[in-house]
């Protein structure tokens, strides 16, 4: 197959964000049937996936709906990890390099 778009995605721990920044990921996430929200964050039944690629200003906009800097570096640390998408999923395992939360 001949696949010319192709994104590294992370699945980890949605642990690695902190129970007030995974409230305001609710808030900011698409919502496709009103149009409203960050075009690059989905919400799903078990966490959130962040196509962090799709957008050069990612840190900014999410310093914008006050997630805190701890969150937006493990964000980072991914990102700078290589990964484009990152996924965090209830059920993913954490990463002992990641700050955890208990939540």
């Not at 964000?17 to 496709?32: F, I, T």
């Not at 799903?44 to 805190?68: D, F, H, K, M, P």
Request: glycine share 6%.
């Amino acid at each position: 197959m001949n696949i010319s778009e192709q994104y590294r995605v992370a699945v980890v721990s949605t642990g690695h964000v902190k129970k007030e920044d995974a409230e305001l990921l609710d808030k900011v996430c698409n919502d496709d049937l009103s149009g409203q929200g960050l075009f690059w964050i989905e919400k799903n039944r078990y966490g959130w996936i962040l196509r962090i690629s799709a957008t050069e200003q990612w840190r900014e906009e999410l310093t914008r709906a006050g997630v805190s800097a701890s969150a937006l570096d493990n964000i980072a640390a991914l990102n700078g990890a290589g990964f484009d998408w990152i996924w965090f999923d209830r059920d993913a395992e954490q990463v002992p390099e990641l700050t955890v939360w208990e939540w």
